[in-house]
């Protein structure tokens, strides 16, 4: 639990809350991009601890709730054609257009949920007669793993695995926000996890094409609270830096050997993603060298396209227009049991945070 | 435990389910040898007991992977969730019925195992095995064994457990470590090394739920055991039953630092997490101190805490306050928690 209690501790907690309340003069929206900063943020009790001029929005970064509903239909597809599909858990319940994932299994799929994609090469092994694919959705964090996957695969000979791919990226996210009419953030938390993997140069361009204050953070509750203390400060002082909160962590130049093996395995280009829709540039797609692990090349589905569903908001809700509680179908049509969209059953998504978690 | 040996064969097969000799030589030669006891041995198609007072019966069923975990097995598990059960009605549990559903090719030494996991835990719990039954189901339409037991306990005499009874400012003290089961399941069936190994809490509670009752009497007010589902369903459906609001603190949950960091590496939360050998109470402020030293004193309940109180605020909702003194709902558990994608 090193580096996890010393960041739990609530004197420090406290006296950097203070510390937030005597620095702000005036109102202030800062998205945290992080689904797990959301939830970390619900789950704490710190949006009440805020003083009331600091909004906190809440980003698109869950990597459940930007998945296209076109893929998960594709897994689905996959899954009803005897594929064997591997997925981690919290995407298994998402609503596809008909039905999740875990109720195609209820129906006879063979799912299996794992922990690592390379146990999905490992399944594959194990059934040779049969196709595996590994559903590899995720930002910038799980990307080296599922790359990984695909190298594992090659050299073990393993020729019935595949990988459905849907790795979105965070910077061409925030430009996109940034960029829209409605657009009223003042700062962002930069996520953590992600800037492990990727390091924090990609977001200098950013802060100064968009002249706003991007603080790299952790996800404990001394974490939340330095980096917004360390936005809010940046804004009342009216500069606009890259600063990293999260550096105990988190290294300018990323984890080189993780990025190594994403360049390897995936390329960038256009992607998909939920309730926003394609953005030019902002995802990974794998290479054509790879072409025989490309579930979506090896397999006839990339017919399958399908439309959201028009009464959930997700999409606004994904670029901080609204706060789940605006949504009119919050906590009534849509809810944990019976979800119209992603957020809503992400272990990461807003407005299970918010359903979860805090006094409305 | 008398070792059993030549039974004469290796795996339970379709006929050990028939009815016929193969299923009398399964009885005879391993269950009614282990559980030996006057209702038992008369081999009657059920047993008559004696009550003086009301009893309590509860039953269920136990369909777990694995069979064999750290600090249990399908078997102890079998007796210690019934006991348990009736003793949080308030009862004293005297008597079990034992039924097992067995998958063809379960090795027959592993049976063997559960029954004497059972004869041991029902042994430590005080209870007979009086009554059971033994299906054999085809390879494929089980998962190696299922079994159910009914417990039958009779009322302590003091005992008035009682939602009614539950007022403003009662207390909420929990027994032990909460977590400790799902997460012992959770590393065996995923083979997860952790750098400690964490054991299933598994145990009966009845004796030290008997001396709360002996001392405290009628003001013992619930007994609750969040097994499925974990503290954060019951005190959810505690909270709905009454009508009244939780309040508890995060700080004051004791959970051992290992299970911590377990939940935190697979991002599951630990108030959802099962347990086995937990329980709640609640009981008025003013023996609160009391039953909490009582509590400590007992072996099964020496890491007893307070962890909150009951409120006329929030009707319904259960409010925890965070570690950094920040407040939020605590909402019941919604299917299974999953593993997280990061």
Redesign the interface.
């Given at each position: 639990?090193k580096y996890?209690a010393e960041y739990?501790n609530?004197e420090e907690?406290?006296k950097v809350l203070d510390e937030i309340h005597n620095i702000t003069k005036h109102e202030w929206n800062i998205m945290e991009i992080c689904g797990?900063q959301t939830h970390g943020l619900?789950?704490?009790?710190?949006?009440?601890?805020l003083p009331e001029k600091v909004r906190m929005i809440h980003g698109p970064g869950c990597?459940?709730c930007v998945t296209p509903l076109n893929l998960i239909d594709k897994a689905i597809d996959l899954l009803e054609k005897g594929v064997i599909v591997c997925s981690?858990?919290?995407?298994?319940?998402v609503p596809g257009s008909k039905k999740s994932l875990l109720e195609a299994k209820a129906l006879g799929g063979d799912l299996r949920?794992l922990?690592s994609p390379l146990e999905a090469v490992a399944v594959a092994k194990e059934n040779p007669t049969k196709e595996v694919v590994f559903f590899a959705?995720?930002?910038e964090?799980?990307a080296p793993a599922n790359a990984l996957s695909v190298l594992h695969a090659e050299k073990e000979g393993v020729t019935n695995y595949s990988i459905l791919a849907s790795h979105v990226l965070v910077p061409p996210a925030m430009e996109a926000i940034l960029d829209d009419e409605f657009c009223t953030i003042d700062a962002f938390l930069g996520a953590g996890?992600v800037c492990a993997i990727m390091g924090t140069e990609e977001y200098e361009p950013l802060v100064t094409k968009y002249k706003i204050p991007i603080v790299v953070t952790g996800f404990e509750?001394?974490d939340l609270v330095q980096g917004i203390y360390m936005a809010v400060k940046q804004l009342e002082e009216n500069r606009f830096e890259l600063e990293n909160q999260y550096a105990r962590v988190v290294k300018k130049e990323g984890n080189v050997a993780a990025k190594n093996v994403i360049n390897q395995v995936f390329e960038i280009g256009t992607r998909e993603w939920r309730g926003i829709g394609e953005i030019p540039n902002s995802g990974y797609v794998i290479k054509s060298k790879y072409k025989n692990y490309d579930a979506e090349a090896k397999f006839n589905i990339s017919h399958i396209k399908v439309p959201e569903n028009s009464s959930c908001i997700a999409g606004e809700i994904l670029r901080g227009i609204k706060k789940p509680a605006e949504c009119a179908q919050f906590g009534k049509a849509c809810n944990?049991?019976n979800p119209l969209g992603a957020p809503m059953v992400s272990?990461?998504g807003a407005c299970a945070a918010y359903?979860?978690?805090?006094?409305i | 435990m008398e070792k059993i040996v030549d039974i004469g064969f290796e795996t339970i097969h379709l006929g050990h389910g028939s009815g016929g000799e193969l299923t009398r030589n399964l009885l005879d030669k391993i269950i009614f040898k282990t559980f030996s006891n006057p209702f038992l041995d008369q081999k009657h198609d059920g047993s008559i007991v004696e009550f003086n007072e009301k009893i309590a019966i509860s039953t269920d069923s136990f369909v777990i992977t694995p069979i064999f975990f750290k600090g249990g097995d399908i078997g102890s598990l079998a007796v210690h969730g019934t006991v348990n059960d009736v003793a949080m009605c308030g009862a004293i549990p005297k008597y079990l019925s034992l039924a097992f559903i067995i998958e063809e090719g379960l090795k027959v030494s592993d049976f063997i195992k559960i029954v004497q996991s059972i004869k041991k835990a029902a042994d430590e719990s005080g209870v007979l095995i009086i009554t059971g039954d033994t299906k054999v189901v085809e390879r494929g339409k089980g998962d190696k064994i299922f079994i159910n037991t009914t417990g039958f306990g009779e009322m302590h005499s003091k005992a008035n457990i009682s939602i009614q009874n539950i007022l403003e400012n009662d207390v909420i003290i929990v027994n032990s470590f909460i977590a400790q089961h799902g997460m012992a399941i959770m590393s065996d069936r995923e083979g997860l090394e952790f750098e400690t190994t964490i054991k299933s809490d598994s145990t009966n509670l009845n004796y030290l739920v008997k001396d709360l009752l002996d001392e405290f009497g009628n003001n013992i007010k619930m007994f609750r055991d969040p097994t499925r589902g974990g503290l954060g369903t019951v005190l959810h459906e505690i909270a709905n039953d009454i009508s009244k609001g939780v309040f508890i603190k995060e700080t004051d949950i004791p959970i051992e630092k290992q299970v911590a960091a377990a939940c935190e590496m697979l991002g599951l939360d630990p108030l959802y997490v099962a347990n086995e050998g937990v329980f709640l109470t609640i009981v008025s402020k003013e023996i609160a101190s009391e039953v909490l030293q009582l509590m400590r004193n007992h072996s099964k309940g020496k890491n007893a805490a307070i962890i909150g109180f009951v409120t006329n605020n929030h009707p319904k909702k259960v409010v925890m306050e965070s570690s950094i003194g920040g407040k939020r709902i605590v909402s019941p558990l919604v299917g299974e928690q999953l593993p997280r994608i990061c």
């Amino acid at each position: 639990m090193k580096y996890l209690a010393e960041y739990r501790n609530l004197e420090e907690t406290k006296k950097v809350l203070d510390e937030i309340h005597n620095i702000t003069k005036h109102e202030w929206n800062i998205m945290e991009i992080c689904g797990g900063q959301t939830h970390g943020l619900v789950k704490n009790g710190i949006l009440e601890l805020l003083p009331e001029k600091v909004r906190m929005i809440h980003g698109p970064g869950c990597p459940v709730c930007v998945t296209p509903l076109n893929l998960i239909d594709k897994a689905i597809d996959l899954l009803e054609k005897g594929v064997i599909v591997c997925s981690f858990g919290d995407m298994i319940r998402v609503p596809g257009s008909k039905k999740s994932l875990l109720e195609a299994k209820a129906l006879g799929g063979d799912l299996r949920i794992l922990y690592s994609p390379l146990e999905a090469v490992a399944v594959a092994k194990e059934n040779p007669t049969k196709e595996v694919v590994f559903f590899a959705v995720g930002f910038e964090t799980t990307a080296p793993a599922n790359a990984l996957s695909v190298l594992h695969a090659e050299k073990e000979g393993v020729t019935n695995y595949s990988i459905l791919a849907s790795h979105v990226l965070v910077p061409p996210a925030m430009e996109a926000i940034l960029d829209d009419e409605f657009c009223t953030i003042d700062a962002f938390l930069g996520a953590g996890h992600v800037c492990a993997i990727m390091g924090t140069e990609e977001y200098e361009p950013l802060v100064t094409k968009y002249k706003i204050p991007i603080v790299v953070t952790g996800f404990e509750p001394l974490d939340l609270v330095q980096g917004i203390y360390m936005a809010v400060k940046q804004l009342e002082e009216n500069r606009f830096e890259l600063e990293n909160q999260y550096a105990r962590v988190v290294k300018k130049e990323g984890n080189v050997a993780a990025k190594n093996v994403i360049n390897q395995v995936f390329e960038i280009g256009t992607r998909e993603w939920r309730g926003i829709g394609e953005i030019p540039n902002s995802g990974y797609v794998i290479k054509s060298k790879y072409k025989n692990y490309d579930a979506e090349a090896k397999f006839n589905i990339s017919h399958i396209k399908v439309p959201e569903n028009s009464s959930c908001i997700a999409g606004e809700i994904l670029r901080g227009i609204k706060k789940p509680a605006e949504c009119a179908q919050f906590g009534k049509a849509c809810n944990p049991s019976n979800p119209l969209g992603a957020p809503m059953v992400s272990s990461e998504g807003a407005c299970a945070a918010y359903y979860h978690f805090s006094i409305i | 435990m008398e070792k059993i040996v030549d039974i004469g064969f290796e795996t339970i097969h379709l006929g050990h389910g028939s009815g016929g000799e193969l299923t009398r030589n399964l009885l005879d030669k391993i269950i009614f040898k282990t559980f030996s006891n006057p209702f038992l041995d008369q081999k009657h198609d059920g047993s008559i007991v004696e009550f003086n007072e009301k009893i309590a019966i509860s039953t269920d069923s136990f369909v777990i992977t694995p069979i064999f975990f750290k600090g249990g097995d399908i078997g102890s598990l079998a007796v210690h969730g019934t006991v348990n059960d009736v003793a949080m009605c308030g009862a004293i549990p005297k008597y079990l019925s034992l039924a097992f559903i067995i998958e063809e090719g379960l090795k027959v030494s592993d049976f063997i195992k559960i029954v004497q996991s059972i004869k041991k835990a029902a042994d430590e719990s005080g209870v007979l095995i009086i009554t059971g039954d033994t299906k054999v189901v085809e390879r494929g339409k089980g998962d190696k064994i299922f079994i159910n037991t009914t417990g039958f306990g009779e009322m302590h005499s003091k005992a008035n457990i009682s939602i009614q009874n539950i007022l403003e400012n009662d207390v909420i003290i929990v027994n032990s470590f909460i977590a400790q089961h799902g997460m012992a399941i959770m590393s065996d069936r995923e083979g997860l090394e952790f750098e400690t190994t964490i054991k299933s809490d598994s145990t009966n509670l009845n004796y030290l739920v008997k001396d709360l009752l002996d001392e405290f009497g009628n003001n013992i007010k619930m007994f609750r055991d969040p097994t499925r589902g974990g503290l954060g369903t019951v005190l959810h459906e505690i909270a709905n039953d009454i009508s009244k609001g939780v309040f508890i603190k995060e700080t004051d949950i004791p959970i051992e630092k290992q299970v911590a960091a377990a939940c935190e590496m697979l991002g599951l939360d630990p108030l959802y997490v099962a347990n086995e050998g937990v329980f709640l109470t609640i009981v008025s402020k003013e023996i609160a101190s009391e039953v909490l030293q009582l509590m400590r004193n007992h072996s099964k309940g020496k890491n007893a805490a307070i962890i909150g109180f009951v409120t006329n605020n929030h009707p319904k909702k259960v409010v925890m306050e965070s570690s950094i003194g920040g407040k939020r709902i605590v909402s019941p558990l919604v299917g299974e928690q999953l593993p997280r994608i990061c």
